[in-house]
């Protein structure tokens, strides 16, 4: 069955550091979400893209925040200035086009990320 | 605003018997539902969704759910819980606000699910 992979599956990282986070959505999926869970907290949107641009954003996805999908297969968001606070698994998601019966996210294992 | 609850941080249930997780939603408009699993250090697995129709739901696992209107709450359900059953279960609506370019997810606080032997 098609998955939803991330990697690294945990980033340590100094504050102030610029880190990238990497997905491969599934194939043929065209909307893509990032999410994070900050550790003993509720799940939280951060980010949607559909072709090729940011469709919704929270407030916690700020200037420092960034999403790209650079070669068609990748989506990466990219935190430019790591904080303590950024410290928190964070989930990529996809979804299919169309509605109804496809509009069920998967997403992947996720990336802990952790500053230092 | 949108919004989730989860009224139980945990649920303890012997193995064999069923088991209720709540979950109570705040949306305007139709509601799309969806429960997710989270296993330790694994991701969030689609569980199963309600967007219209049947208000029983079947998913994976064995796991139902039912969607009450009336009283706002879609709580996930399953007649004999097993061991294996035990994980941290997110309940989420979804944000019909940005329509089908939009579509995130709003979710709850998550139930730690502990079942028994």
């Known amino acids: 069955e098609p998955e939803v992979t991330q990697t690294p599956s945990h980033q340590v990282t100094q504050m102030g550091q610029e880190v990238i986070l990497r997905c491969v959505p599934i194939?043929?999926?065209?909307?893509f979400y990032w999410y994070r869970q900050i550790l003993g907290q509720k799940v939280e949107f951060l980010v949607s893209f559909y072709n090729n641009e940011i469709s919704e954003k929270s407030e916690i996805f700020d200037d420092q925040f960034s999403v790209e999908r650079p070669d068609g297969s990748n989506f990466t968001l990219k935190i430019r200035s790591t904080k303590l606070e950024d410290s928190a698994m964070y989930f990529c998601?996809?979804?299919?086009?169309?509605?109804?019966?496809?509009?069920?996210?998967?997403f992947g294992a996720g990336t802990r990320l952790s500053v230092l | 605003a949108q919004s989730v609850a989860q009224p139980e941080d945990q649920v303890n249930v012997a193995e064999g018997n069923p088991l209720t997780v709540k979950c109570t939603y705040s949306v305007s408009g139709n509601p799309y539902l969806f429960w997710y699993v989270q296993y330790p250090n694994r991701g969030l697995q689609f569980l199963l969704k309600y967007i219209t129709g049947d208000n029983l739901v079947k998913g994976s696992y064995g796991f139902e759910a039912e969607f009450n209107k009336s009283q706002t709450s879609f709580h996930l359900k399953k007649p004999s819980a097993l061991v294996s059953d035990s994980a941290l279960y997110f309940c989420?609506?979804?944000?019909?606000?940005?329509?089908?370019?939009?579509?995130?997810?709003?979710f709850g606080q998550g139930t730690e699910l502990s079942v028994k032997p």
């Open positions: 989420a609506v979804r944000d019909p606000s940005r329509g089908n370019q939009g579509g995130k997810l709003i």
């Open positions: 194939s043929n999926h065209l909307y």
């Open positions: 998601a996809s979804r299919s086009w169309g509605t109804l019966a496809k509009n069920i996210q998967y």
